[in-house]
């Protein structure tokens, strides 16, 4: 089946409003599907102000501002009204693909299910470690109950590490994914793109070894152990800067936590690939990523890379090699790992280039493409059956 044959139906949860990683990653497989040719529409939540245009035709749906304290930029898709469904029924999506396990996606999941239509899901992040930032981590198993469920009824899974896939098959969520990695824009992010003057004006000195957080200020994205580590830092009275690219609802808890932290705000474009070639050592203690695109972008930068020896990072960061993977939560553990960075300047650029080098095996075209493979390896299994189906129809009515 050719590529320019699908007619896709994308579903996300936030496509575009509030720009993160995996609906970078979405935007990008959008981009790559329509140049080969296919049939796409999204449907997702709608905003007046979204932070980037989107990519393709966006259907809106039916949506509430999340309910969740410090999360109100986001939206909870809450169902398909009456005007969706009539888009759905007359753009004839031979495939529906869905990227978040939101009550929409739900709906989706239902209406392709009636129309006999296979279905593919996107896993972004880890939606079952959120209740523990949020202090109801009781409510972890019932998470990945409804996960398993949901999943399970699904034709088949992509994830982007191979990690995480292997998370999924030990939580028994499905048996069928296939790996769809992230790709680094190389013209955004380069050793290249370090510029001494804007460190300058941030007031950090040539010599200052600048310890990098970079990602949307929110707590499930460890910031509290990142806070922590760099406490234990300065217990053994390493020397460094600390350097925060993003922003937030908790940054004001992150720059208290931080105090004498530097604190560069959301940057987007070469602006962002200025920011983290100009640091130089990546810390990223999080564990709810399934990939972890920033990291991968901090390799591609020349940086090396501590991270949480996590789904994602685990699958990019070659320890000793590239950087260093440190079990989870440690902070007394990662400062130890970082240490050595910021003390000998060989070892950070030997491990940095490293990283640059590894990150070259990402490319978007090539990852893409494993994407498009299973939505028609799907849409044909799907046909076979409808035609088996049909054909034993058939002889019954002969005999």
Known sequence: MDVADLRIALFSGNYNYTRDGANQALNRLAEYLLRQGAALRVYAPKVENPDFEPTGDLVNVPNIRMPVKNRGEYRLPTGLDAKALRDLEKFKPNIVHLSSPDPTAHRALRWAQD??????????????????????????????????????????????????????????????????????????????????????????ADDDVAVVFLGRLVMEKGLDVFADTIVEMRKLQVPHKVLVIGDGPARGWFEKALPGGIFAGFQTGHDLGRALASGDIFFNPSITETFGNVTLEAMASGLPVVAAGATGASSLVDDWETGRLVPPGKPAEFAEAIKPYCTNHDLRARHGAAGEAKSREYSWDAINSVVAETYARLVEDRRALQEQERQEELAAQRA
């Open 115 to 204: 129309h006999d239509i296979p279905v593919l899901a996107s896993v972004h992040t880890r939606f079952e470690t959120y209740p523990r930032y949020y202090k109801a981590a009781f409510l972890e198993p019932i998470v990945v109950w409804i996960l398993r469920r949901f999943y399970n009824r699904c034709d088949a899974l992509v994830a982007p590490s191979q990690s995480m896939i292997d998370e999924l098959i030990a939580q028994d969520m499905h048996d069928d994914i296939a790996l769809w990695s992230r790709g680094v824009d190389r013209t955004m992010f380069h050793p290249s793109k370090r510029d001494m003057e804007w460190r300058r004006s941030l007031g950090l």
